[in-house]
């Protein structure tokens, strides 16, 4: 098993026994030979909060130092993946069904290899996705390179206002 792997697989333990969910794990060395930094993503329904990454972090770097199977010195990071989460497995692409989002695939799918739109979901191992500048479109999920969720900033304002006059009675 490779350090990623392990590294993934201790920090899928350390959040289930904290009671969130892994959503991701990234690696990435400093420039030249600089130290390792070991990034986790976490999430539960209720969202997560800053003791949930405390909590996470202590018990992962813990693990992590028992085990010491990590060559070098690292930094560890735990965080939320946040309000534009990376999409990182098939599921989640059927989770976040007509969400806004991007993506860029490793290739080009006809003459495109970036998109913008909603994502509809999937079928089979295929990300079924609205394309702003192409309509439908069926991207082999192996293809993409990465993806994220999109906020719509004016959008979330228009909302935030609307609220805020339906609370004062003006609505």
Known sequence: MSVEERIREAAGRAAAERGVE????ETARSSGRGALTVRIF???PEGVTHVDCAAVSHHLGTILDVEDFIPTAY???VSSPGLERGLYKLADYERFAGQPARLKTRRALGTQRNFRGTLR?????NVVFEDRTSGEVRIPFEAID??????DVRAEFRYAEQRTREASGEA
């Not at 892994?22 to 794990?25: A, F, G, I, R, S």
């Open 22 to 25: 892994l959503v991701h794990v």
């Open 42 to 44: 976490i999430e539960k």
């Open 75 to 77: 930094t560890l990071e």
């Open 121 to 125: 979901g999937t079928e089979g191992d």
């Open 146 to 151: 990465n993806a994220n969720l999109e906020i």
